[in-house]
């Protein structure tokens, strides 16, 4: 017999139209997707989904399925409202901690519009560049840019990050190859080496070390000095694209790409205020000021074309060579 978790998979998948953008929806791999499908298909004795070029494409039968799985999830919603017989709209005050950067270039306008969708809901900001304690509640939950899951807590990553080679506008329209250009340029660098190792080790790979001729402790820092002039930086591109004057000189780097995570305690992981924003995040594709599906290479930052959205995790946040269609 069909489970409710098999109509789940068939609709992350059709909505998704791959298994990749399933699994980022439903938290898994694509290989578990790719068995679980291939489970329900066997089960079913009839292919839900024609695989093509423009992705997975339903057939009648999986096209049935999803309707079906629509009208269950809609029975469910309606139960639960009839069974709890009050006002489901989630309230109460949610101690968020972030760093100051995130908050200025990413969580600001995202927050705002957080409170406009859920109006009984009380965000309390800490901005702190030091991790706090969520075992001990000094926060709710925190909002953290790492490599993986940083902490062993209940943990939903939300978004990708890019980041990119950025310089002075008016480099603009010069073509740059790190790889035979980077030797070559003067380069700043983050202060503290450890907090940002990729980027320090793809600095150790492309620029001369004699070269990197100046190094602050902040991002915005280090990118209002590239827009003056004083050499090329790597930055995530979400703050490369809010600093005025910079441009972006190359694609997204895959190597350094990172990601944004909402770190909470497993205990608090189910209340209404705090099982909202992670759902959020990933639904804002239409607020400002998000990650990094910045402005493309030779794009110049504060110029029109180059906005910035908030994109769920199947979606990369980066600048590509051609500017986010926004």
Known sequence: MLSWDDFRYVKAIAEARSLAGAGEHLG??????FRRLGQIEQHLGSRLFERGRAGYALTPCGTEMVDLAERMFQEIVGFERRVTGQDLRPSGELRITASDVLLRHLLSAVFVAFRRAYPDI??????SNQRLNLTKRDADVAVRAAYQSPEPLAGAKVARIGWAVFGAASLAGEPFDPVRDGRRRDWLAFADALSVARATKWLQDHADEMRIVYKINTMAGLGEAAAGGAGLVLLPC???????????????????????????????RNTRA????????????????????????????????GSLLLRPPRLRISGNPRPSPR
């Open 274 to 305: 705090r099982a909202r924003l992670p759902r959020f995040l990933r639904r804002r594709d239409r607020t400002p000021a998000a990650c990094a599906r910045g402005n493309g290479a030779g794009r110049i930052s504060g110029t029109p074309g």
């Open 122 to 127: 009380v965000l309390d900001i800490v901005v």
């Open 28 to 33: 898994v791999n694509h290989s578990t997707v």
């Open 238 to 268: 979400y703050i490369g694209a809010a600093v005025p004057g910079l441009a972006q000189l190359t694609p997204p780097l895959p190597d350094l790409e990172s990601e944004l995570w909402l770190i909470t305690h497993p205990d608090l």
